[in-house]
Each structure stands twice: as C-alpha cells, then as structure tokens.
C-alpha cells in the first residue's frame, strides 16, 4: 500500500460547530470580506450567526452577496476587488460548494491586483492568497476540506477547477444544522453530488489507507440518505447530519483521488442544459456503475456490499435524477467529446476500465434514453 | 456527533515513502541538521537514502546522533544550539520515537536561543519553530503525524509532553522497510506502543468520527500484529507493513483524542524501572480493560468484537510484557500517585469511569503480580 495525506485545513463537524468554535476566526485577522450567494447564508441561520460572532471578536467585515451557482470567473474577480477595497485580512465563505469555491478564488484575485479573470488557470502569482474560512450550508460539495476550486469561464461556459495548496481554507465549519433550510431539490442534488464524490473517488486505483476508509465511511451514510430521500417527498431532519457527515468524507476521499468520468461529462450536461451539479453526475451512474462491474469486479463487490444489488442502486439515483429533455444527437455528443481530444483527462484514465473520447461520445449520446 | 480534525502534516505512507517524496524537502531550505540516535538510522538504511537525497537537491547538512531513548531536555537544547551553528533552515528527524519527539523540541529551541532548557514547557517564546521533517525508523509512536513531543526533565528523570500546533512536523515519511531492522524486543515494545493509542484513544469520550475510523482500523491491524509476535520468536517481513500502518492510525487517533491512565501510569514503570515504553504503557492494560469493561460496556464489546475474547486479549498481552522485578510497595505506588494531587491528569479523567489518585495507587500496587 502507498498512501499520501495532506489536508491543512482545521475544520469543525457537529451542531454548533461554528458558533463554539468561532474564535478560530481571530488569528486570521481583524477585517474580513463575507462572501455569499443570494439565498441560502441568510436562511439558514449562518450569516446572523457570523456577523454575530465577528462583532464579539472585534473584527469588521463588510458582504459581497454576488456570487451565483456554477461562479463565474468574473464575480469571483469583483469580489476580490471588493475584499482590496475594504481591506479584508481573509474571506468568510458562507454558503454552498460555488460560495465555499468562489471564496477560494476570491482570496487569490485579492491578494493579486494584477492578476486577469483567466490567469487564474496559469496558477502563477506573486502574494499568496488571504487566508479563508468557510461556514457551509449544503451538504454535498465537500470543499470545505479540498484544496479545490471549481470555476465558471464566463466567455466559453465551461467548468474548470484550480487546485493546490493555495486552495485550502485555513478552518472550516460544518453544522449541519446550517442545511436544514435547504429544498428538497438541492438536497437531493447536493447529496447526489456527495456520493458521486465517495463512489468515483473510492473506484480510483489510488483509493487506499485512510482515503479507503473515509469512502468506506461515507457510501454507506450517503447511500442510506438516498434511499430515504427517494422514499419521502420532505427531508426528514434527521437526515440532515448523516448526509453531511458523508459529504464530508466523501470530499475527503476526492481531495486525495480524485474523481471519474461522471464528473468531466456532467459539467457538459449542467452548461448544455443547467441541470445542477449533483444531479448533472448522477446521471451517469448507470454507465459507470456498469463500468465499474466489468473493470474491477471486486471492488465493485465490495461497493455492492456497502450499498444494495445494481439494480437496486440504479433504481435508487434514476429515482432521483431528472433529466429534463436531456438528449444529444450523436454529432452533438461527438462535438462534446471533441474537448478531450487532445488531452484525456484524468478523470477518465482513473475510471475503471478507462474511458476514451469515442467511448465518451456513446455515453452522452446515450444519457437521457434509460 | 461534534468533532474536529486538524492535521497541518504532509505524510507518505508506504514503500519507498521517502526516496519517492524526498523532493518535498526542497522548500524546507538549503541547509539542515540530521537528526538520530545511535543506531537506528544508519542500521534501518533511511540514513543513507537521506544522506543521498539531501546531496542530490543541493541540501547542505550536519549531523547530530546525540538523541537517547526517552530524550533528555539537555540532549535536546544542545543539537538545537547544534543546529544554530550550522545555518539550519530545517530538522530532519530520522529514527524511532524518541529522535522525532526530539526533532520538535530541537527546532523550538533552534529558533530560540535564549530558550533556556526547562523553559521549553511554558509554551512562550518569540521564534516560530524551524520546520521539522521526519523519518520513521520504528512502528510505534506516531509522532509522525501528531502535534506531540514527549521529553525527559534531567534533573527530576519525569516525562512530560509539550504539544500544539508548533509541534507538528511540515512533512513525515513512514516507510516500513525501515522498520525491518529493528530487533525483535523492540518491535514488540512499539507494537504495544502503538495498541495502546490506539486502545486508548478508542475509549475516550471524544473519539468520534474520523478518529473512530482510524481506531477501528488500526485496533485490528495491531492487535492481529501483536498475535502474530506472540505465536513466533521472529518478526515475519510480512508483518512490517501493516504494524506500521496500524501505528500511523493509531497516532491519528491519539493526536485527537489523547490516551488514557495507561500512559502517565507508564511513564512511572519507564522512570523507575526503565522498561521500554510500550512495554510500560501494556503492563497497565489488563487493569485498563476491566474498568473499560465496567464502565463503557458497549464500547468494549465493539472492542472484543475487534480483537478477541477479553481473557485472551489479556493473555496476548501479558504474553508480550516482561516486567522484569516490577513491585511497588503500598508506600511507593502512594508516593508516586502523589504526583496526581494537585492535578488529576486529563489522560485519567479520559479513561472510562475515570480514575482517582489512590486508585492509581491501587493499580501501581498491583502491576506486576499478575
């Protein structure tokens, strides 16, 4: 066995776990930009919370709401600009995965004045980023304790991610508590993104040691999770913990794997047709669930074992996954696929079995049809 | 379920975890002290390979062999005034838990000239610590990847720890190859080591979560180890890896959930009988297990379902523990417990049911007439 682990971030599980924990916040400095989306901050209870506790502390901050689903390169720029020009020391990120990842960004754009929307992606620059703290609302994206940041380019659409060392928050917080007021629909969503992360990243080659054992933790969690949510139209609250708990582990598991071919190929379904994230994934677990069967026979065993008969797990995430007029043509499927053609991405050698371009094109032209 | 992971280490775990990863010492700076006991570093072959490495990235280096069994504060300030007058930008530790205990306090007082020896406990001083890269030699400690240093005061021969986020190496390479050249008795001493943190982090309060994962993974991988040992008067190759393995979780498990009275009641069987440390920590496990029996039932029951029977847990054990003429008088073990007067150690308060001064007392009295 060969295993390597580096997480730098100091992140909190539990209910309270911001609140007892808060005074973390002080070393990072005696201003900060607040960084949200529209909604779900000041819903959930964790913006209160934070202004709360950060005028206890004594630090000042002010909020940029801007940033939406999928974040642009451009509002992750503007908010940069925006923590320049009052100072910030570090960014609080409260919301979802594209808050929780635009902040990540925003901490870079703030630290660098020069630095271009795009020249994100040649990861060169000269100050190191502010430090970041995130307070999660959703339980799915895990990038409270990645050192990943998945990017929207606002010219050609495409979801891109940046990744290192500069992409850790220094603490994070995760109460689940904070994603009881999600709907139904993102709770489904998010915890279908969550337990793609645990099952792609746990077929890996490179899953091993402690990452073995943090997806072992957390597809069995996310997996019952889904199956009450497919079974129930509310989200029962008790569900709230456990599915966070998986999500947790389940970006555990990515942040040293990695992900596989479900990931690349439902970016294409959430530009072409919105279809969200999560559910974006999901929609091809059938293919690399089937994949998976035939590649690595046992660890799919095992996989089975964790969760129920493939029939039954297909059932399951086809339950829960709506696919809305989703059907390519062949040529445009094939015009998808043309991306990876010059570089195969990792995402697909990590799968078992591999995935090649051509073999790429047939499972998109495919999706939409079960 | 609350918990918190902090882990600011980078960790390489497997076959050749060091020659493979070596470049990572590069940004450590241009210039470092070696780090070792007597023997183990040259014997283990990780001295050479380091030696080896650090010449092929340009990195200058000095070293120092002056780190005994349960290293002195003394030993320790001088290699750090060692490494003041070398130019070292970084310690690299190479050897068992004694020499990467050292290497933590030899960087704070590296850094601190006006450090005095003591002083190294009041937790104050000016200069963060230089950075800290370690390569394990035994299968035991895991201090690779925990905030904790375990010192000896030379006047009193009392060992104390000092820990927090200062103590914690920047990079740790556990290779189990460097463990085949250690002798039979200290592979069993470090096993039981290891067992015991794993062990005694397990039945704390706070091991939940992650932690609960690295506990149940390394409790079976020790305990089968230590079986294995019992049954044969070699170390089976094959046995270096998952000991290793099962030691690095159980360090993760402590370095979140500490230990129990085993350890603070060892330390008084190393300080008074010199019985190597794992040894002494494993000679207070049947006591330890009784009152874990009492009082966290369902705890223990997990616990035997992990390993085996309770009485052939113990008879495993004891199989492993000589306690050459170890026997407190009543007077002796009092005089000793005194030490717990004015502050019940929380490794006491941590342990199931808790444990007073006199029981210690009792328990002190006891050991060795089983």
Redesign the interface.
């Known amino acids: ?8 971030t ?8 911001f609140t007892a ?1 808060a005074d973390t916040l002080a070393p990072l400095g005696g201003r900060c930009l607040i960084l949200t989306g529209k909604h779900s901050a000041a819903r959930s209870g964790a913006l209160t919370d934070a202004t709360d506790a950060l005028t206890r502390l004594g630090i000042a901050f002010d909020v940029f709401d801007g940033i939406g689903a999928n974040p642009l390169l451009s509002a992750c720029h503007a908010a940069g600009a925006a923590a320049r020009a009052c100072g910030a020391h570090f960014i609080l990120g409260i919301g979802g995965g594209s808050v929780l990842d635009a902040a990540k960004a925003v901490a870079i754009y703030a630290a660098n004045p020069t630095l271009a929307p795009f020249d994100i992606y040649l990861r060169v620059y000269d100050a190191p980023p502010l430090p970041v703290a995130l307070i999660g609302t959703t339980a799915g994206t895990g990038s409270e304790v990645t050192g990943v940041s998945v990017l929207t380019n606002d010219e050609t659409g495409r979801k891109k991610s940046i990744s290192g060392p500069d992409c850790y928050a220094a603490v994070s917080f995760c109460d689940p508590r904070y994603t009881a007021s999600m709907p139904r629909g993102i709770t489904v969503s998010t915890a279908l993104d969550a337990f793609a992360h645990a099952v792609e990243g746990y077929f890996t080659k490179t899953c091993d ?2 990452h073995l ?2 997806a ?2 957390a597809i069995p969690l996310l997996y019952q999770g889904l199956c009450a949510l497919a079974a129930c139209g509310d989200v029962p609250e008790a569900l709230r ?1 456990p599915l966070y ?1 998986g999500a947790i ?1 389940a970006g ?1 598991v990515i942040n040293a794997c990695g992900t596989g071919f479900p990931h690349p190929l439902g970016y294409v379904l959430t530009e072409h047709y919105g279809i969200p994230h999560g559910m974006a994934c999901a929609a091809f677990f059938p293919a690399f669930l089937a994949r998976c069967r035939q590649f690595a026979p046992e660890k799919a065993a095992a996989f089975f074992e964790m969760t129920d008969e493939p029939d039954a797990v297909v059932a399951t995430i086809r339950s829960l996954t709506a696919l809305p007029g989703v059907r390519f043509s062949p040529a445009e499927a094939a015009a998808y696929a043309a991306r990876w053609k010059d570089a195969i991405p990792k995402n697909f050698t990590a799968s078992p079995g591999g995935l090649t371009q051509e073999e790429a094109a047939e499972i998109l032209a495919d999706v939409g049809r079960g």
Chains 1, 2 share one sequence.
């Open positions: 066995m060969q295993t390597q682990f580096f997480l730098p100091r992140w909190f599980f539990g209910e309270n776990a924990h040691g402690v054992l943090f072992q933790r913990e708990d582990h555990l």
